[in-house]
């Protein structure tokens, strides 16, 4: 007993100690960003794409905000803008698709970068991956006239009116201390699980999945977490593995990029639902999309030299 509780301790240190030095610095400089008004000019320069996924340009906004802050950052500003002709239920999919798919760019990169994908393809895979995947939806959508009724909201903001930056560090400090308590009990159910085998019974059920997929075994809890609660939990958990050397380079990027499209499958959808998403757009398609990529992916980076993939596609951190 003593044994499992100085192992587990020592892990919750590694993972939490791993994570807050990543997120502390880029929640301070995103909110310098945030009070520059960099992020509105962001918004401005994302206008034009937005008429390729059949959203008017205050959407580039919304979807700005999101990419540098958060889903609920993002949410914040939809609900308080009004467009003049209002959103159907499709156009609200396709916005919220993007959104799941990037959101929170500065930390979750950087978190996919030290688990040892590269800045460059992360961001790709994320923005690039983001508009294809509303470009996709807005055709399908469009094609079958699916979804055209003007969009309910669920969900209306409560704007706090204290702005200021004590309010703020509040703010950031109950989110990193509910960050500490997930880690804490995550971190004690995975100890337990491998204690009574339910690792290895999961590992045999997905792995025909997983096999199509190029994930290897030993890469499923982690990766389970990841899709179920989040990025940053996940790849925490990646990152430890991956400095221990306990999982193989490519099966750590092949793991990597599935999260980075498929993450945080609970929360983050019911997030979007409240915006009046449509469920096949958030969930199902967004599943069949990261699935079908990550697939085609996983073979490609296969067959890629050793050298070729590490001086590609790999983080030098």
């Not at 909201?153 to 509910?178: C, F, H, N, P, Y």
């Not at 100890?191 to 690792?199: H, P, Q, V």
Request: charged share 15%.
């Amino acid at each position: 007993m003593k044994t499992f509780f100085k192992a587990l301790f020592q892990e919750i240190f590694d993972v939490s100690y791993t994570l807050f030095k990543i997120m502390i610095p880029i929640i301070i400089a995103v909110k310098i960003l945030q009070e520059l008004g960099i992020i509105e000019y962001l918004g401005i320069i994302l206008e034009p794409l937005m008429s390729l996924v059949g959203l008017p340009e205050s959407m580039g906004l919304v979807w700005a905000t999101t990419v540098m802050t958060s889903i609920y950052g993002g949410m914040l500003i939809f609900v308080s803008q009004a467009p003049a002709d209002p959103l159907t239920v499709a156009q609200v999919t396709v916005l919220g698709g993007m959104m799941l798919l990037a959101h929170g760019l500065p930390i979750e990169v950087r978190i996919a970068q030290k688990a040892g994908m590269s800045i460059w393809f992360s961001l790709l895979i994320r923005v690039g991956g983001g508009i294809l995947y509303g470009w996709l939806l807005f055709h399908i959508y469009s094609a079958g006239d699916w979804l055209q009724q003007p969009n309910q909201l669920i969900w209306r903001a409560e704007v706090s009116t204290d702005a200021s930056l004590i309010a703020w560090g509040i703010t950031q400090l109950k989110s990193l201390a509910m960050i500490q308590i997930i880690i804490i009990v995550l971190l004690f159910f995975l100890k337990i699980l491998k204690l009574i085998g339910i690792e290895k019974l999961l590992a045999i059920i997905l792995s025909p999945i997983l096999k199509i997929l190029g994930i290897s075994k030993q890469a499923t809890t982690i990766t389970i977490v990841g899709i179920t609660l989040g990025l940053a939990y996940g790849g925490g958990l990646l990152i430890k593995e991956a400095q221990q050397d306990k999982l193989a380079k490519k099966d750590v990027f092949t793991a990597i990029a599935l999260l980075a499209l498929l993450h945080s499958l609970i929360e983050d959808t019911l997030l979007i639902l409240l915006l009046g998403a449509d469920l096949s757009g958030v969930l199902w398609f967004r599943l069949l999309f990261s699935l079908v990529f990550i697939s085609v992916l996983s073979r490609l980076v296969l067959k890629m030299d050793d050298k070729a993939f590490e001086r590609v596609l790999c983080s030098k951190t």
